[in-house]
């Protein structure tokens, strides 16, 4: 099983987009973290179970039709490098 690792730019996606959900309801912003965080666990013993993503070497995770968890495999663990809104650019 690899550890996961999330990014600080990764944290602060999350942060931000359940800060924003929060505004609305505070339990739907504490569902979307938990099913966000929930996601990425097994990238961790499965590590090419998600699609291959956008950008070479990374892969995603569809953690709600609304949300994309971006990560990489890098030297024994998984790299959570960002959640993106599926509406959004994806970042580059």
């Known amino acids: 099983m690899l550890p996961i690792r999330w990014t600080t730019k990764a944290l602060d996606n999350l942060d ?3 800060d924003h959900i929060a505004e609305d ?3 739907a912003a504490v569902d979307i973290f938990e099913l966000i965080q929930n996601s990425v666990i097994p ?3 499965h590590p090419y179970l998600f699609r291959p993503g956008r ?3 990374t892969r995603e ?3 709600h039709p609304n949300y994309i968890v971006v990560y990489e495999i890098v030297d ?5 490098m960002g959640v993106v809104h599926s509406r959004r650019q994806y970042p580059r």
Not at 76 to 80: E, T
């Open 16 to 18: 931000e987009l359940t």
């Open 25 to 27: 309801s505070i339990w």
């Open 43 to 45: 990238a961790a013993t």
């Open 55 to 57: 950008l070479s070497g």
């Open 61 to 63: 995770i569809v953690a």
């Open 76 to 80: 024994g663990w998984i790299q959570v």
